[in-house]
């Protein structure tokens, strides 16, 4: 549990360093649009593991904001999707950054703890919790997406 709050109070930090106005629950969701691309808001919700209202709630501010857009679904036009903005994307990478940063003072202070199996233990343990590699982040983003 304490390193959970650490791992919060860092992303709180990070957030707060860029000086962005979006709650940790949106920034959530920007970063599921970074990394899967667009989405129904039922998708994001379901993916945040809220009611389909809220996700939906949650999306319009952020669409309010500039930092998320509505699309068809090329698919189905009868569906909307939803795409990180130029803005959108810069809020992430500029949060990401910050939280990079912050990460490797952390590690560089406690560098002699770090062992091989710590390192693959917090991959397993990242990998179980779903989330995305490293590598895999720019999968998601396409500057294209954005409608001109």
Do not use: H
Not at 38 to 66: F, H, Y
Not at 86 to 105: I, N, P, Y
Not at 118 to 136: C, H, M, Q, S
Request: a positive charge.
């Amino acid at each position: 549990m304490l390193a959970s709050r650490a791992f919060v109070g860092l992303t709180l930090r990070s957030l707060a360093s860029v000086g962005v106005d979006v709650t940790l629950p949106q920034f959530r969701t920007l970063v599921v649009l970074a990394v899967r691309g667009p989405q129904r808001s039922s998708d994001i919700a379901e993916e945040l593991g809220v009611n389909p209202s809220t996700g939906t709630r949650m999306c319009e501010r952020l669409v309010r904001k500039g930092l998320i857009f509505r699309m068809p679904d090329p698919g189905d036009r009868r569906v909307v999707r939803l795409g990180l903005t130029r803005s959108g994307q810069d809020v992430v990478d500029r949060v990401l950054a910050a939280r990079r940063a912050e990460l490797v003072r952390i590690v560089a202070a406690t560098a002699g703890t770090w062992q091989p199996a710590v390192t693959e233990t917090l991959t397993a343990f990242a990998a179980a919790a779903g989330e995305v590699g490293e590598p895999d982040w720019w999968l998601g983003w396409s500057a294209s997406a954005e409608p001109s």
